[in-house]
């Protein structure tokens, strides 16, 4: 049994109310997705949810008006969001625990906009309808991801372990954007009011402050560009492809951290007494290993 399923089987064993066996049963097909009548009811929930989200995205499309098909479709889905919510209340073993827990705010608050609009009908309440789009995590469960905590722990790990590298990286990163800001607003715009002969008749300047030049430094370096700034000075530009240049030779820097993170750990978890590999004669695999890390052969 692998960590994920000892943590996910024992969180199980807390939550089970103690009886009647009604609740028991309903708590297993509600919270649970061991049994086909628990994965047949998360599956219906997962496309209620998606069913909820289309309805939510329509109504804001540009001249929709309240009412008609989608309002009741709308109230529809509430309504038996609310009948779930309530369930799952009556089901837990602590309601009060599930109430304040993650999924119990955000199945409330999925439900309570629609209802506040009754009461507020100008209230922008109702555009947090949408919060519905959150319990789309719940395919986690039915899709059994929770097996793959285990590869989820070693990559966290890894980060973990590559914190103070990755810390020095974004110091530098800060750095290079500040700089970089820094000049550019004095290139692009103190530089040309110095050299004009009449201040007053250069055009403004996209770069108004170092903030703003920053932000230009920032999206320049991750290479998105959006073109809202660019630079008009010959200048400027150069510096822009130098910062892109610097960008792309930036951006692998923390993902080699981490791969170098978790080839360590992968070296740490081999076996010793690990049989070797009969056709190259490597050694030193993993306990689980079935085929050789290197050639594939069978061991």
Request: proline share 5%; with cysteine; glycine share 6%.
């Amino acid at each position: 049994m692998t960590k994920g399923e000892r943590r996910n089987r024992g969180s199980k064993a807390s939550q089970r109310p103690d009886g009647p066996a009604w609740r028991v049963m309903m708590h297993d097909v509600i919270f649970e997705s061991d049994t086909p009548g628990g994965w047949a009811f998360d599956v219906a929930l997962l496309l209620t949810i998606i069913c909820s989200i289309v309805v939510v995205a329509l109504e804001t499309l540009p001249g929709y008006t309240r009412g008609g098909l989608l309002y009741g479709l709308e109230w529809i889905l509430t309504i038996l969001f609310t009948i779930e919510y309530v369930a799952r209340l009556v089901c837990a073993r602590h309601p009060w625990r599930y109430a304040f827990s993650f999924w119990g705010v955000i199945d409330l608050l999925s439900i309570l906009p629609t209802y506040a609009g009754v009461f507020f009908a100008d209230s922008k309440a109702h555009s947090f309808v949408i919060l519905r789009s959150i319990r789309l995590l719940r395919a986690f469960r039915v899709l059994k991801l929770w097996r793959m905590m285990d590869d989820a722990d070693e990559l966290s790990q890894a980060i973990w372990k590559a914190r103070h590298k990755i810390i020095v990286f974004l110091i530098v990163v800060l750095v290079a954007v500040t700089v970089s800001g820094t000049l550019m607003y004095f290139i692009e715009h103190d530089l040309p009011m110095m050299l004009a002969d009449d201040p007053d008749l250069v055009p403004p300047s996209k770069f108004s402050s170092i903030p703003q030049s920053m932000y230009w430094a920032i999206v320049t370096m991750t290479t998105v560009g959006y073109g809202d700034i660019v630079p008009q000075t010959t200048i400027g530009k150069f510096i822009s492809a130098t910062l892109i240049l610097l960008g792309y030779s930036l951006i692998i820097v923390p993902s080699g951290f981490v791969t170098a993170e978790l080839t360590s750990s992968t070296r740490t978890a081999a076996d010793p007494d690990a049989p070797r590999c009969p056709r190259c004669t490597s050694d030193g695999h993993r306990k689980e290993a079935v085929y050789c890390d290197r050639c594939g052969e069978r061991l």
